[in-house]
T-cell receptor
Framework: DAKTTQPPSMDCAEGRAANLPCNHSTISGNEYVYWYRQIHSQGPQYIIHGLKNNETNEMASLIITEDRKSSTLILPHATLRDTAVYYCIVRVAWSHGSARQLTFGSGTQLTVLP | GAVVSQHPSWVICKSGTSVKIECRSLDFQATTMFWYRQFPKQSLMLMATSNEGSKATYEQGVEKDKFLINHASLTLSTLTVTSAHPEDSSFYIC????????????FGEGSRLTVL
């Protein structure tokens, strides 16, 4: 699975958009970009994933650059409850023979400030 | 979304005792479950992959005789920490995937083990 690079920490004002970047310059054509977050002392929570098109769901939007070497997770209106460690993970889809599990990097600690 | 439940959410035990942690998929059948361990201020580290009806696959450096994994049904996997020691104190998290190809993983709430 391709390696990802994320800033270790970010702050965001409550009510503003939180934009979390992720670099994955070695991503392969069959690898997806997944985002999870982990609130303190809880298990990770799935947020969103995408291959090459931008994706949006009720939690967030995922913007993937045209060359797919980087992506941005957008929380449109951050709340205090969005304070968490956000993990960007790149991996092949489960249907691929080599797919086994998710490998977590260090992630970005997002702190939403009141 | 799919729900994965862990029990207990926290446990304190004496050194030398064994502790069992359960991981259940509540509304789907999970052929594969994963067990992670997370030390304070560190990321999740995969311990083992649990496949229903077969032996678990352990990651390098994880002692299979110390961390016993049983995946007896499509909705239940258990992790038993045998002869626990203080260095085994950690946050243990299980996850399970649905059968779908895009297959996001769903995680349990985690179980915090403290060995005195």
């Amino acid at each position: 699975d391709a390696k990802t690079t994320q800033p270790p920490s970010m702050d965001c004002a409550e009510g503003r958009a939180a934009n979390l970047p992720c670099n994955h310059s070695t991503i392969s054509g069959n690898e997806y970009v997944y985002w999870y977050r982990q609130i303190h002392s809880q298990g990770p929570q799935y947020i969103i994933h995408g291959l090459k098109n931008n994706e949006t769901n009720e939690m967030a939007s995922l913007i993937i650059t045209e060359d797919r070497k980087s992506s941005t997770l957008i929380l449109p209106h951050a709340t205090l409850r969005d304070t968490a460690v956000y993990y960007c993970i790149v991996r092949v889809a489960w249907s691929h023979g080599s797919a086994r599990q998710l490998t977590f990097g260090s992630g970005t600690q997002l702190t939403v400030l009141p | 979304g799919a729900v994965v439940s862990q029990h207990p959410s926290w446990v304190i035990c004496k050194s030398g005792t064994s502790v069992k942690i359960e991981c259940r998929s509540l509304d789907f059948q999970a052929t594969t479950m994963f067990w992670y361990r997370q030390f304070p201020k560190q990321s999740l580290m995969l311990m083992a992959t649990s496949n229903e009806g077969s032996k678990a696959t352990y990651e390098q450096g994880v002692e299979k005789d110390k961390f016993l994994i049983n995946h007896a049904s499509l909705t239940l996997s258990t992790l038993t920490v045998t002869s626990a020691h203080p260095e085994d104190s950690s946050f243990y998290i299980c996850s399970a995937r649905t059968g779908e190809n895009t297959g996001e993983l769903f995680f349990g709430e985690g179980s915090r083990l403290t060995v005195l």
